[in-house]
């Protein structure tokens, strides 16, 4: 069993702020390490302390620019298993490319697979993820994965601020999470029945399955976009009878197309936690409410650092 003096964790340029926020819930300073890219785009990294031994936790969500923040994560893995660090779990708050899951048409690639690939020939140990697009990613690897989620921390946010109504899933794909909260929340479900129009961002709502009528309603998903889903499940189910339309998304990806057409939607409210920096830039005007996954990832690593049960962490 490791000591606590063996924990550490470090951050690559994705999002250090949650990196630091997740060291001071475990009260311990963030490693010391350079990650730059050179002229050339070449990226070059090296530990600036000891690691030889220790349980290092790298912290490196694939925001934007996303396949600079993959390559910034694979090399620090390298590096870290070069300098003799006695585990290394990469932890990657927000998994992208979890859309390409699968082969659903012809000659295309399973980028979600491939990214694993490449995490596990790397020398990542473990992977401590949060909310990934499919459960099937987990598969993809060899080596063991903790997935956890954040939408028990942004259910508690709607329940200490508003009465929640009814919980809406804006696809098929994603009732189980968002029954998931409508059974934490003691409340009925509703399901947006739609289309994709071919390998474009845009999406034909058709029709609710639940009733809406009379109800708060709130959208639940893993990730918000381009904004088109939670736009066309809202503009659905006010048009079904509901009173109101929020929505409780995990990842706020939010590039700056989708920020336009949320900021100017009928969804009176979103909530997102902090798996990704936020562009403040592309959120002016919204009302956004960020929530934090700091302490959720500080137990999981704590828990496993000291060989604990993570799956307790979600036992009511």
Same mark, same amino acid.
């Given at each position: 069993?490791?000591?606590?003096?063996?924990?550490?964790?470090?951050? *690559?340029?994705?999002?250090?702020? $949650?990196?630091?926020?997740?060291?001071?819930?475990?009260?311990?300073?963030?490693?010391?390490?350079?990650?730059?890219?050179?002229?050339?785009?070449?990226?070059?990294?090296?530990?600036?302390?000891?690691?030889?031994?220790?349980?290092?936790?790298?912290?490196?969500?694939?925001?934007?620019?996303?396949?600079?923040?993959?390559?910034?994560?694979?090399?620090?893995?390298?590096?870290?298993?070069?300098?003799?660090?006695?585990?290394?779990?990469?932890?990657?708050?927000?998994?992208?490319?979890?859309?390409?899951?699968?082969?659903?048409?012809?000659?295309?690639?399973?980028? *979600?697979?491939?990214?694993?690939?490449?995490?596990?020939?790397? *020398?990542?140990?473990?992977?401590?993820?949060?909310?990934?697009?499919?459960?099937?990613?987990?598969?993809?690897?060899?080596?063991?994965?903790?997935?956890?989620?954040?939408?028990?921390?942004?259910?508690?946010?709607f329940l200490d601020t508003d009465s929640a109504?009814?919980?809406v899933a804006p696809d098929v794909g994603s009732?189980?999470?968002?029954?998931?909260?409508?059974?934490?929340? *003691?409340?009925?479900?509703?399901?947006?029945?739609?289309?994709?129009?071919?390998?474009?961002?845009?999406t034909e709502s058709v029709t609710v399955i639940?009733? %809406?009528?009379?109800?708060?309603?709130?959208?639940?998903?893993?990730?918000?976009?381009?904004?088109?889903?939670? %736009?066309?499940?809202?503009?659905?189910?006010?048009?079904?009878?509901?009173?109101?339309?929020?929505?409780?998304?995990?990842?706020?990806?939010?590039?700056?197309?989708?920020?336009?057409?949320?900021?100017?939607?009928?969804?009176?409210?979103?909530?997102?936690?902090?798996?990704?920096?936020?562009?403040?830039?592309?959120?002016?005007?919204?009302?956004?409410?960020?929530?934090?996954?700091?302490? $959720?990832?500080?137990?999981?690593?704590?828990?496993?650092?000291?060989?604990?049960?993570?799956?307790?962490?979600?036992?009511?």
């Open positions: 069993m490791y000591q606590n003096s063996d924990l550490r964790i470090f951050s *690559g340029n994705a999002h250090q702020a $949650l990196a630091t926020d997740v060291c001071q819930y475990l009260d311990i300073e963030p490693g010391a390490v350079e990650v730059f890219q050179f002229s050339n785009e070449n990226i070059f990294v090296r530990f600036q302390e000891n690691i030889r031994g220790r349980d290092v936790f790298l912290v490196q969500p694939f925001s934007s620019p996303v396949n600079q923040n993959i390559m910034e994560l694979l090399i620090m893995i390298d590096a870290a298993k070069r300098a003799s660090a006695g585990r290394v779990t990469a932890v990657v708050p927000y998994y992208a490319y979890g859309r390409t899951d699968k082969k659903d048409q012809p000659r295309v690639p399973i980028t *979600g697979r491939l990214i694993a690939d490449l995490i596990q020939v790397a *020398g990542a140990e473990r992977v401590l993820t949060i909310d990934l697009h499919a459960g099937q990613i987990q598969g993809f690897f060899s080596i063991p994965v903790d997935e956890l989620t954040a939408l028990p921390l942004i259910a508690d946010y109504g009814v919980v009732t189980k999470r968002a029954r998931d909260v409508a059974e934490r929340w *003691g409340e009925p479900l509703a399901i947006i029945e739609k289309r994709r129009l071919g390998n474009s961002d845009r639940g009733d %809406v009528k009379g109800r708060k309603a709130i959208i639940v998903d893993d990730e918000v976009n381009t904004g088109g889903s939670l %736009v066309a499940a809202a503009e659905t189910v006010l048009e079904h009878g509901a009173t109101s339309v929020s929505a409780a998304v995990t990842h706020p990806v939010l590039s700056e197309p989708g920020s336009g057409s949320l900021r100017n939607s009928v969804i009176d409210q979103l909530v997102v936690s902090d798996t990704l920096p936020i562009d403040n830039k592309n959120t002016d005007g919204m009302n956004i409410r960020v929530v934090s996954v700091a302490p $959720l990832l500080g137990e999981a690593i704590r828990r496993i650092h000291f060989n604990r049960s993570v799956g307790e962490m979600f036992q009511q």
